[in-house]
């Protein structure tokens, strides 16, 4: 059978991609070094290890050293996708100083007024070359806990789904490993994937208590929703939004923008005859994920605001 030929990248991102994962052979894994030593373990077994070495590839797609990796797994059993994500992300070109790599990425584009980047798996699109996607699911995976994992895309081809990943080790194998895959397309554990071409061209991220989505009730009767975007953008509706972890589907009734007053405040300012309106965060608890602002519309009217947010940033 005559091998797949895959497309060459064409964005100038895609191609810093493929020439920073070109260590990354097509078969064979890059492991994170040796000896291994397979769970279960303690602190004692790691220090009875002689001539412990870590490789220099994967030091340097994940950040990560041998022995560092080891003693992590005493405590938990995560692996170093995320880490390899964020590495990879950089290599694109994106400079923000939070990292892509995260487990709770979906939610946390959504705060920070980037949730259009994020592109749900049942959104009948296909992830572009080198964007970022996330596997989540009941069923443990090969460590023994339950699928929650990400990794980058780098060609969807028929039924066939080529990736580059790491975390394909872990303590059941006593190292960690990066290597090329071929999936199939497309998992039931496929939550989203970040697009990369729209996160280097969005506008930088917003304050962590402001972006998303807002129910404002204007004095005793009146209820509207407002959707706080990167770029200075606000759009409100007089509806509630179909899902409070993705931006509107379109620019809703009214629009404008806003400016930050201060650490804490806004300043709203409407394309329409409506009036300006100022609001100012009242309530921060962040463990319970409770924000509210408070404030006024030039008229005087008060408004309070309270922010729309799922009860689990990981699901």
């Known amino acids: 059978m005559a091998e797949t030929t895959l497309p060459e990248p064409k964005e100038d991102y895609q191609k810093k991609l493929k020439a920073f994962i070109a260590d990354i052979p097509p078969v064979d894994e890059i492991v994170s070094g ?25 030091r340097k797609y994940t950040g990560w050293e041998h022995k560092s990796l080891l003693q992590k797994w005493l405590v938990d059993k995560t692996t170093t996708c995320n880490e390899f994500c964020q590495k990879c992300a950089i290599a694109m070109g994106y400079t923000a100083k939070d990292g892509v790599g995260r487990f709770d990425i979906a939610d946390w584009l959504n705060r920070m007024g980037l949730g259009h980047v994020w592109i749900p798996a049942n959104s009948n699109s296909m992830p ?5 996607f996330r596997l989540f699911g009941p ?7 339950p699928l929650n994992h990400m990794a980058v895309s780098l060609h969807v081809v028929g039924d066939d789904w080529y990736t580059v990943e790491s975390g ?7 190292f960690d490993a ?19 071409k729209a996160l280097l061209n969005a506008g930088q991220p917003l304050p962590y208590w402001l972006g998303g989505w807002w129910q ?27 899902s409070i972890t993705a931006p509107p589907a379109n ?17 709203l300012s409407w394309t329409s005859a409506d009036v300006d309106e100022t609001l100012t965060v009242v309530v921060q608890e962040q463990k319970k994920r409770r924000y509210v602002m408070e404030g006024r ?19």
């Open 178 to 196: 990066i290597k090329r895959r071929k999936r199939s397309w497309k998992p039931d554990a496929l939550r989203g994937w970040v697009s990369m």
């Open 34 to 58: 040796t000896p291994a030593l397979r769970s279960p373990f303690k602190q004692a077994d790691i220090d009875a290890l002689k001539g412990i070495k870590t490789d220099p590839l994967f």
């Open 128 to 132: 572009e070359y080198g964007d970022i």
């Open 297 to 315: 519309t030039a008229r005087g009217v008060k408004l309070t605001a309270t922010r729309l947010l799922p009860a689990d940033a990981f699901g």
């Open 251 to 267: 620019s809703g009734p009214l629009v404008g923008n806003f400016a930050m007053k201060g650490m804490f405040g806004v300043q």
């Open 139 to 145: 069923n443990p995976d090969n460590n023994g806990v």
């Open 216 to 242: 404002v009730e204007e004095g005793p009767y009146e209820s509207y929703h407002y959707y706080f975007a990167s770029g200075g953008k606000v759009t409100c509706l007089t509806s509630a939004p179909a």
């Open 168 to 174: 394909q080790g872990g303590p059941s194998r006593g």
